[in-house]
């Protein structure tokens, strides 16, 4: 028995109606169309959606970057690659700047997005309301009238508890002016790139069956307070291996008496500066403190 | 020293390679082939076609054998393959009251008109381990029942006793059902849409919530009106050909429970039913089914909406195990950048908290001890 698959797997019929959802999506900035997502061959949760919208917008043309928490080697992202390599055929690639199409789970990479690229994000749960009204007819009548107080009030009690805002990632934000959006579990240190963005923004959510978009250049804000404005946060320190002290950097316990390192999250961001002549030695290079806090920057 | 991350597709390759050795097992043991599964695991491929919404025994069969016996999975194989079939169209409804019957049985009357038939049931075993079961004793045969079988609940709604339609009103039948798996489902669901996913959804799940019902948590007084199981044709209808073709007979499971209905002002008191149909002999999804089905038109029958069972927003949402497993099974996928905002947060937390219990400390106490200042200012 021989199977053989449509190129990038989808049928032409089902890609059809997911660019129907994509372009109404991108219509209504911020809003989650519905779609008839199908069961794909990776389980839910390991990026269903955006593979969808991957393979619905994907041409042979096309150069393809997967990444998972920043990086092209993790499992998932060697998986996905792996996939549109064998059922569209496609390039790939590890460089920002050279990739047309970027899926991405839980980051933006740290190298600016141009007008020629689309990025997509691989979304577990698309509704930012969700874990204050667990029910969808709920959110569903809360967008539509705009109702955003709830949210407000929850930000309002992280800072009567803390005396800052406690979400650290899937900070929600409004776009254009309109929908409260979930931007996917990305940290909100990466929150300032979706605004005015070139590249045009997918969000995908296979299990959830939604779709959303910010088109380019659309304006994204982070929900805050005047007297609390938005605040990025980043580990305080530069790369231990290239030095850059303005990316993301993820924290590797390198043995068991609590020595850690710090580097960048994005991968290829780290090598092309590495690959530059940047190392850890710059001039001024200080070894990052986890104790000394918050580098807040305003975005 | 620090170690990238490196070599994901190496890792990948050889965990595939170590996946498929473990499957085959021990290699002085025959391989099983997918036909012993589909002859001998028959309840295993029945509810693995049922829950992966495909009948067709061989590639259920071959998908339990894939998945190690993991049932969700083989049902997560199917699912992806049926997820690329084509669509020629839709059968006709079937007709299950010209079944050919392998057993029927009505709790609710002792005796009825095609007569109850026990057929192939574990429930009179006793749960005995039997080494010796590879080597049953042929069956006994009796003579086929001559007269039809008609449904229990058909037999109660000649004499008015049991609604005869749940459509909503309006609708004569001319809108075909809904398909959750070409639009996502929205809120508030149709009974056709309801029933497709309970359909599909996880035998454990709905019989725990069945049972829930039958526990008190929205109590829906159920008899089992009848279950059976047989063959019934499956026809097509041909625009080309003008009439309806036959395209051969699958097994099903049926069940039709009877639920108490007080009536209301414009309907006098009758009976509900719930409503549950399965590939295959599945017997326990069919009762589950129809136990949740009957639970979740509360708001229908205008009832009160108190328990999980009856609420179907919750049901439907988390109804289907190849949804659920990914969902919580992807929490092994790496969240380095999510726990190291987090992880920030906490030492910054903490630093406050230090700090405020320190000053605390200070305020409140007249004379602390040497060591309790120094414990708080570390």
Not at chain 2, 94 to 104: C, G, N, S
Not at chain 2, 193 to 208: P, T, W
């Amino acid at each position: 028995m021989t199977v053989t698959y449509n190129f990038a797997y989808l049928d032409e019929q089902t890609k059809r109606m997911i660019r129907r959802a994509i372009l109404k999506a991108i219509a209504i900035p911020g809003y989650q169309v519905p779609f008839a997502s199908r069961e794909m061959p990776m389980p839910y949760g390991w990026g269903t959606g955006g593979v969808q919208v991957t393979a619905a917008i994907l041409g042979p043309t096309d150069i393809l970057k997967v990444i998972d928490q920043g990086s092209d080697d993790t499992t998932n992202a060697v998986s996905i690659r792996k996939f549109f390599g064998r059922t569209a055929g496609v390039r790939t690639t590890t460089r920002t700047a050279d990739a047309t199409v970027i899926q991405t789970r839980h980051r933006i990479p740290e190298t600016p997005l141009r007008d020629n690229q689309v990025l997509v994000f691989q979304v577990p749960i698309p509704e930012p309301l969700r874990f204050l009204e667990p029910r969808e007819t709920e959110t569903r009548r809360m967008h539509a009238l705009e109702e955003y107080g709830l949210v407000q009030v929850k930000l309002y009690e992280d800072i009567a508890r803390h005396g800052h805002i406690a979400t650290t990632y899937a900070y929600p934000v409004k776009v254009d002016g309109r929908y409260v959006m979930d931007p996917s579990p990305i940290p909100k240190f990466d929150n300032p790139k979706m605004s005015d963005c070139p590249a045009l923004q997918l969000f995908g959510a296979g299990r959830e069956k939604r779709i959303y978009a910010i088109p380019p250049h659309t304006r994204v804000a982070s929900l805050d307070f005047d007297d609390h404005p938005f605040e990025r946060w980043r580990h305080p320190g530069r790369c231990a291996l290239c030095g850059a002290d303005d990316s993301f950097l993820d924290e590797v316990i390198t043995d068991d008496h609590g020595t850690r390192m710090f580097v960048c999250s994005d991968t290829d961001f780290c090598e092309a500066r590495r690959a530059a002549g940047h190392g850890p030695d710059a001039p001024g290079a200080t070894a990052p403190d986890p104790a000394r806090g918050t580098e807040a920057s305003h975005g | 020293m620090y170690v990238a991350v490196k070599g994901g597709e190496r890792a990948i390759e050889n965990a595939h390679r170590l996946l498929a050795h473990e499957r085959r097992g021990d290699r002085s043991l025959p391989e099983i082939t997918t036909a012993q599964i589909a002859e001998q695991m028959t309840l295993a491929v029945d509810r693995v076609m049922t829950e992966g919404s495909l009948y067709d025994r061989e590639l259920a069969a071959l998908a339990v054998k894939q998945a190690r016996g993991d049932l969700i999975e083989a049902i997560f194989l199917l699912r992806a393959f049926r997820a690329t079939l084509p669509r020629f169209g839709t059968t006709l409804p079937l007709d299950t009251a010209a079944m050919r019957i392998r057993r029927r049985i009505s709790a609710a009357f002792k005796d009825l008109p095609g007569g109850q038939v026990l057929g192939p049931t574990f429930d009179y075993t006793h749960r005995l381990l039997e080494p010796s079961c590879s080597d049953p004793a042929e069956p006994a045969t009796a003579e086929a029942a001559a007269g039809p079988t008609p449904r229990v609940t058909d037999l109660l709604a000649a004499d008015d006793l049991i609604e005869t339609t749940a459509r909503p009103a309006g609708d004569g039948g001319e809108t075909p059902p809904g398909d959750l798996t070409r639009e996502a489902l929205t809120f508030p669901a149709e009974r056709d849409l309801r029933l497709q996913n309970l359909a599909r959804g996880d035998e454990g799940f709905l019989l725990a919530l069945g049972y829930s019902t039958q526990r008190g948590y929205g109590r829906t007084h159920p008899f089992a009106g009848e279950i059976r199981l047989g063959e019934v044709a499956l026809e097509f209808f041909a625009e080309d050909a003008g009439f309806a073709l036959p395209l051969g007979r699958i097994t099903v499971t049926e069940c039709q429970t009877i639920n108490q209905f007080k009536g209301s002002a414009s309907t006098p008191p009758r009976f509900t039913r719930g409503y549950g149909l399965a590939f295959g002999h599945c017997e326990r999804k069919a009762m589950s089914m129809a136990l949740v089905d009957r639970a979740l038109r509360a708001r229908e029958l205008d009832e009160e909406v108190k328990a999980p069972a009856q609420d179907e927003e919750f049901v439907l949402s988390h109804s289907d195990n190849v949804q659920a497993t990914g969902f919580v099974e992807h929490l092994k996928l790496p969240h380095y950048v999510d726990f190291q905002a987090e992880l920030g947060l906490v030492r910054r937390m903490r630093r406050d908290h230090e700090a405020a219990s320190g000053s605390s400390r200070e305020a409140s106490s007249d004379d602390p001890a040497p060591e309790q200042i120094r414990e708080a200012a570390e």
